[in-house]
């Protein structure tokens, strides 16, 4: 997964919202009796009720006096609380006769149906989360949410279709009626098509094996545009939506497939699908169209949500930052993951020590195939990781990674979640600069992922405990050294240490920011000084400051409410320009902000001045030796 939050687009930068916490509420699976014929789900895209899909179940026969069923709490790869069932309503079950049955709501995803034995199917609409009304209900994760309305409909599953405690192992049929001049797109293999009589309507009919299959399979249906192309022996299928013609899968495509190119060639004999999805909405800015930007991982497709008023550079520049980022996944946790992973609980999940390696070593891949590959330059790539070492030096630098990731919806971990994109990808540079010193050039982080892509794969997953030892044993005692140090403990990492044997030096120089940014040169901004409460839509001031705003008298932590007369949420910093109006301000420009600290509002009053701030700047040593410059070029060079 990779999220992105309001300017930072404009950075191009990925960010991730915190995880909600929330209590755990403990269950055991049930053992209710179900036919072995598939369960039968229909979603109704035509006759929409207020912005409300119709999903009708049939569950085959059932033996029980009793069963409970079930929409996901957590899904796999958002690390966070999303409480699908919250966006269900008027619930209904019917007997063989027609008439409703009784049924008890445990919680807000749970509902036993009493009875059961003469369950003939039950029925219930399905809200979009996309258009939360209320801040009451929770505003999960664009990619992982759902959008309903008649020119586009993302359809991730897990928001429509739920399961039985205990039977998730049984296959389902899932059928999806549709206005005949809406396209769609699948990877779930589809068993039929149906027309009605006056082929107005489409009735299409997909097979899954098991529920894991559903959550794993997203669908769009929309007025799409759809680019169909091959990458060597994969299948690439590019949906995209723009709803106002702003960008097109035509112009998107060359970029998609250069990076996919890439991506194979980095990953050589290393490939696990035949096809792979991927699906592009381009939400408005108006209030309530999306919560949040980034994309989600899956299998064979990725789910993306960036917003439309992206200029064609920038949205090139996203789509390789994200979707490079979630096809590498199929590397981990898609191939090599814990039994966490393995045997997802939706309900009540417990969460793998190793997100420094789902999602770090993701993002380090996402960068170095990059420089490896000859898509950018190597000052670029070091621009980069300059980028993630200052952002995460504003997050907790002495937190034990393992400790962060098993309790990651608890806080003070949930907070400090965003890390694991920033110092959790440095880890795994300095992870692959060690392995390549170790055997002069001839493993590297990728061929110890390739081992044990091979000695576990999909459906083998590792023992979480003992997985450091693990790796340890494969690699060389300075690996493990690492990561008992720097992973399972709380030193920080002294990263000059390791740009030291690659011939790199760091120097302290005084460097130019933007406002609210602190930009480089190859993106328009790299770290950014405030990030949004995706609960709330608040916009707040984050991490090291620059001069300006320390000279303003801005702490971390203050809640930006208006500024020059605006006032700043999610909504109004997208809908009024403020953060793009901000790379115009001048030295003299007047700010007037009113912030929320520690529960009062106060008013600053000032000018832009001339923002900036401390910071390390990565050079290549021209004193570095022939054995560091030969790990540089085994690092960095095919």
């Known amino acids: ?186 990877a779930l293999p589809r068993i039929d098509q149906k027309w009605s009589v006056d082929s107005s309507q489409v009735t299409d009919t997909y097979l899954a094996e098991r529920y894991f299959e559903v959550t794993d399979n997203p669908m769009m249906y929309g007025l799409l545009e759809i680019e169909d192309f091959m990458v060597g022996d994969i299948r690439i299928v590019l949906s995209v939506f723009s709803p106002n013609k702003v960008h097109s899968a035509a112009d998107i495509r060359e970029t998609v497939f250069d990076m996919m190119e890439a991506q194979k060639e980095y990953l050589g004999d290393m490939n696990s699908t035949s096809r792979y999805d991927i699906f592009l909405h381009l939400p408005t800015t108006e209030a309530n169209q999306a919560q949040g930007f980034g994309a989600l991982e899956h299998h064979t ?62 993002e380090y891949f996402a960068s170095h195939f990059q420089v490896y590959e000859g898509l950018q330059t190597q000052a670029d790539f070091y621009q980069k990781m300059e980028g993630k070492i200052q952002y995460s030096l504003s997050m907790d630098d002495a937190m034990s990674f393992t400790e962060m990731s098993e309790n990651v919806l608890d806080e003070p971990y949930s907070s400090n979640y965003i890390n694991v994109y920033m110092k959790g ?129 801005v702490q971390n932590g203050d809640i930006i409410k208006e500024m020059n007369g605006i006032e700043v949420n999610l909504q109004t910093i997208y809908a009024r320009g403020l953060i793009p109006l901000s790379f115009s301000w001048t030295a003299d420009t007047k700010i007037s902000m009113t912030l929320e600290r520690s529960g009062e509002l106060i008013t600053i009053d000032g000018v832009v001045g001339e923002p900036s701030m401390m910071r390390q700047k990565l050079r290549e040593n021209l004193n570095a030796t022939a054995d560091q410059v030969q790990l540089r070029s085994y690092w960095l060079q095919k």
């Open 301 to 362: 497709s990725t789910v993306v949500v960036l917003p439309e008023w992206l200029n064609e550079e920038a949205l090139e520049e996203s789509m390789i930052d994200v979707v490079s980022h979630e096809f590498f996944h199929i590397v981990t946790p898609l191939t090599v993951h814990s039994e966490d992973i393995h045997n997802f609980d939706y309900y009540a999940p417990t969460f793998s020590k190793h997100l420094w390696m789902y999602e770090g070593i993701t």
């Open 1 to 186: 997964m990779k999220r992105t939050n309001l300017g930072l687009i404009l950075a191009v930068l990925i960010l991730a919202c915190s995880p909600k916490s929330g209590e755990v509420i403990t269950s055991s699976s049930s053992e209710k009796s179900l036919s072995n014929t598939p369960i039968e789900t229909t979603l109704d895209l035509v006759n929409l009720d207020r912005d409300r899909v119709k999903v009708t179940i049939n569950p085959g026969k059932i033996s029980s006096d009793s069963i409970l069923f079930r929409l996901p709490r957590v899904i796999q790869g958002t690390y966070d609380i999303s409480d699908f069932g919250l966006f269900i309503d008027d619930f209904k079950a019917f007997n063989y006769d027609g008439e409703e049955i009784g049924f008890n709501i445990i919680d807000e995803n749970s509902w036993m149906i009493d009875n059961s034995s003469g369950l003939d199917r039950f029925q219930y609409y399905v809200n979009d989360t996309f258009d939360i009304e209320t801040s009451e209900v929770p505003t999960p994760f664009s990619p992982s949410g759902t959008n309903i309305d008649p020119t586009v409909f993302i359809l991730n599953l897990h928001g429509f279709v739920g399961y039985f405690e205990g039977r998730e192992n049984l296959e389902y049929t899932i059928s999806v009626i549709s206005d005949a001049d809406l396209m769609s797109s699948s």
């Open 425 to 553: 990808a440095l880890i795994g540079m300095c992870i692959d600069i060690l392995m390549r010193e170790e055997s002069n050039g001839e493993r590297s982080l990728l061929s110890l992922m390739k081992e044990l892509s091979t000695k576990y794969g999909m459906e083998k997953p590792f023992e979480d405990d003992a997985f450091i030892e693990e790796i340890t044993a494969m690699t060389y005692p300075s690996v493990g050294d690492f990561l008992q140090t720097h992973v399972v403990g709380n030193t920080p990492i002294n990263y000059s240490t390791y740009f030291s044997k690659v011939g790199l030096t760091a120097n302290q120089v005084v460097e130019p920011t933007s406002f609210f940014f602190l930009e480089n040169e190859i993106q328009r901004a790299q770290t950014p000084f405030i990030d949004v409460n995706p609960a709330t839509n608040e916009v707040f001031f984050v991490g090291e400051l620059n001069s300006s705003l320390l000279d303003l008298g």
